[in-house]
């Protein structure tokens, strides 16, 4: 198995970790559309509290991947890839990467100005960030809320453009990022120039 990144592939630590976050915002971004739904009943505790707990483990892996992403070699872009088209990948990770670190932090701060802990599993709780204040508790939910429809947004475009590699262009942007590691080097040609 491959650990590190190549010029053609992610490693298994790269792969490992976009896959475990991707499985964790799906799911916390499902919890927090259907919170609604269980308000005023005993389940709506439970499920705020996981989601507040999970959404720290998806907190402390963002900042594992981004100190990963800058210690290992990136995968070059495909050679067909305009600089246009690489300017707008490059902005799309940058836009996830920032909403990987936005969300449970707009999420952590709105539970403790609210006045609650975020507690972990009942282990030991975060450590509180701001006083309890009602308004700026508001603020904080409503930021937080409009992190996830862009996040959503930004995750239908990831989805699509990878998709639209693997079915269209018929590249291995996809490929690569699929848990089975490439060992056969792309040619030359097929490396991405610079832009």
């Known amino acids: 198995m491959c650990l590190k990144n190549t010029l053609n ?32 009943t005993p389940t709506f505790m439970t499920l705020i509290n996981l989601h507040k707990e999970f959404g720290i483990i998806v907190l402390s892996l ?9 210690l290992d070699v990136s995968p070059s872009l495909p050679a067909h890839m305009g600089c246009a088209a690489k300017m707008m990948a490059k902005l799309g990770h940058l836009g996830l990467y920032a909403l990987m670190f936005a969300m449970p932090i707009t999420g952590w701060l709105k539970s403790n100005a609210a006045g609650y802990p975020v507690s972990m599993f009942g282990i ?3 450590p509180m960030l701001v006083e309890k204040d009602k308004d700026f508790s508001h603020d904080m939910g409503e930021l937080h809320e409009t992190f996830a429809w862009v996040l959503i947004g930004l995750l239908a475009l990831h989805i699509l453009a990878a998709l639209v590699h693997h079915f269209y262009y018929k590249d291995d942007v996809l490929r690569r990022m699929l848990p089975k590691c490439r060992k056969s080097e792309i040619k030359n040609s097929d490396i991405s120039a610079g832009c």
């Open 9 to 40: 592939s992610y490693g298994v630590v790269a792969k490992g970790l976009h896959w475990v976050m991707a499985g964790l915002i799906i799911a916390l971004l499902a919890v927090g559309l259907l919170l609604e739904e269980f308000e005023n």
């Open 62 to 70: 963002a900042v594992l991947r981004l100190g990963w992403k800058v």
């Open 124 to 126: 030991f709780n975060m």
